[in-house]
C-alpha cells in the first residue's frame, strides 16, 4: 500500500484545490475534474458574466 503522499494529485478545475487520486477513480482518473460532487455542481450552475 502507498503513501497518501505518494499518490498522483491535480488541481480541481472549480475550486483550485489539489485533490489526491482515490481508488473509484483508477478508471478514469484522466477524466476526472473535479475534487467533489459540490464543486462538480457548482461548475455547471456557473454562468459567464459577460
Known sequence: M???T???QKPCASCGRPFTW?????RDWEQ???CSDRCRNA?????PSD
Not at 482515490?22 to 483508477?26: P, T, Y
Not at 461548475?43 to 454562468?47: G, M
Request: glycine share 0%.
Open 6 to 8: 505518494e499518490l498522483p
Open 22 to 26: 482515490r481508488r473509484k477513480w483508477a
Open 2 to 4: 502507498k503513501k497518501k
Open 43 to 47: 461548475k455547471r450552475t456557473a454562468t
Open 32 to 34: 476526472v475534474r473535479y
